[in-house]
Antibody
């Protein structure tokens, strides 16, 4: 069974860059899209972007200027960088596999707090 | 951009009740509509894909219907373990974009 695990700092200072990595186990990272989705406390889900194993990316237009995603197939990992963060970026960040245009496997989520 | 309007935002029902949640798209999305269940502190879980297909391992009391702009998610007989927040989600490919509804918080009466 495919499993995903997010990792990275839980606290980021305002104006700095949030960096997270998702490690995929139980299956190959190849031939799928992989996505990042976030959820502020008590609020709904917001899609951040997706990356294919070739490195091709699509980002949410509302975040596009600040988002960079990358993939390392040799490590079965993909990553998220979100620059110039503010308190509004405080959220639980999920990584997920996209299969047939739907997120089917999700990580457990990791809380990132933006605060000085 | 396609907007998703989900209703109601919250719902209280008794065990055994039939529960219905609706999701309306701002334009025709064919059947590119999925439904998720999220329990507190957990990641969302895919229940229904392509509007009406039950994900493997999901109990048959969950179902979905609709196409175009109007979609419905139903729990035929509410169980205590169904307490969660439910989200609809659509996919648009031009440009690639995944949009979630606002969520419906389901509680037991």
């Amino acid at each position: 069974q495919v499993q995903l695990q997010e990792s990275g700092p839980g606290l980021v200072k305002p104006s700095e860059t949030l960096s997270l990595t998702c490690t995929v186990s139980g299956g190959s990272i190849s031939s799928y899209y992989w996505s990042w989705i976030r959820q502020p406390a008590g609020k709904g889900l917001e899609w951040i972007g997706r990356i294919y194993t070739s490195g091709s990316t699509n980002y949410n237009p509302s975040l596009k200027s600040r988002v960079t995603m990358s993939v390392d197939t040799s490590k079965n990992q993909f990553s998220l960088k979100l620059s110039s963060v503010t308190a509004a970026d405080t959220a639980v960040y999920y990584c997920a596999r996209i299969a047939a245009d739907r997120p089917d496997y999700w990580g457990q989520g990791t809380l990132v707090t933006v605060s000085s | 951009d396609i907007q998703m309007t989900q209703s109601p935002s919250s719902l209280s029902a008794s065990v055994g009740d039939r529960v219905t949640i609706t999701c309306q798209a701002s334009q025709d999305i064919s059947n590119y509509l999925n439904w998720y269940q999220q329990k507190p502190g957990k990641a969302p879980k895919l229940l229904i894909y392509d509007a009406s297909n039950l994900e493997t391992g999901v109990p048959s009391r969950f179902s979905g219907s609709g196409s175009g702009t109007d979609f419905t998610f139903t729990i035929s007989s509410l169980q205590p373990e169904d307490i969660a927040t439910y989200y609809c989600q659509q996919y648009d490919n031009l440009p690639a974009m995944y949009t979630f509804g606002q969520g419906t918080k389901l509680e037991i009466k």
